[in-house]
């Protein structure tokens, strides 16, 4: 299945409003075909998502990762002090303490120091290879089909998310889908909520791109059925059919 395809059958299936976002963790100095993509400065992570799912290509490099809590994410820099020690999150009004603002840091996953020399983000479609992950955001109902097609994957195992709800994005929906090779969802943070146009009724969700093809062939099981009795609502329409007795 080409990437073209595979994204094509994503957003088709769900019913997307924007592209599912390719997302390339770049090492060391040769950024090979990612060279000549869009550069942008002064960009948070999920401001470049923004830009990606609304179609563009861009390469953002350590220097103009403009947030420091996904620099220190992807092992671009260290957490500055008054993040770690949890008095900046009191600061925003996201925690009442330091020490709940720092049992957050504490527990963050990220990648390695130097680990990420850039990162490059696209639509899935143009994507020139796979992606070390895959980025949707989209509202939940939307998003719950490829949880699924995930469980199904998993024989029924049941899925559970991972978030502090905070770093919703590089930290939920990409660190950790990339470090531990699996699906993560979250409702979405303060920082990706205040700085893009990520909707009140909208939601994150990634996963490797390795997972990009067996979730396709789940999608379109659940397609076939599933997904088409859900939306149609015959049995709340039966419930709310006039004259029908409680």
């Given at each position: 299945m080409s990437l073209a395809t595979a994204a094509?059958?994503?957003?088709?299936?769900?019913?997307?409003q924007a592209e599912p976002v390719a997302v390339f963790l770049l090492a060391g100095n040769d950024l090979g075909p990612f060279g000549s993509w869009e550069p942008v400065r002064g960009h948070r992570y999920c401001q470049a998502l923004m830009?990606?799912?609304r179609g563009a290509s861009v390469l953002l490099r350590p220097e103009e990762l403009a947030c420091p809590a996904a620099a220190a994410a992807f092992g671009m820099r260290p957490l500055p002090e008054n993040l770690a020690n949890g008095k900046g999150l009191v600061g925003f009004g996201i925690v009442a303490r330091p020490a709940t603002g720092r049992a957050m840091f504490e527990g963050m996953a990220r990648l390695a120091p130097g680990a990420v020399s850039a990162l490059?983000?696209?639509p899935l479609a143009a994507?020139?290879?796979?992606?070390?992950?895959?980025?949707?955001e989209d509202e939940p109902e939307r998003l719950m089909w490829l949880l699924l097609a995930d469980l199904n994957l998993a024989g029924g195992a049941r899925r559970s998310a991972s978030t502090a709800v905070l770093q919703a994005t590089c930290v939920d929906a990409t660190v950790i889908?990339?470090?531990e090779q699996r699906l993560n969802f979250s409702l979405g943070c303060y920082g990706c909520r205040e700085a893009t146009d990520l909707g009140s009724a909208e939601a994150v969700l990634g996963f490797p791109g390795a997972m990009l093809e067996p979730l396709c062939a789940e999608l379109h099981a659940l397609g076939e059925k599933a997904i088409l009795r859900s939306r149609a609502?015959?049995?709340f329409e039966h419930l709310e059919r006039p004259g029908r007795q409680p």
């Open positions: 094509a059958t994503v957003k088709d299936l769900l019913g997307l830009r990606a799912r490059a983000l696209c994507a020139p290879r796979l992606p070390d992950v895959v980025v949707i889908p990339h470090l609502k015959a049995a």
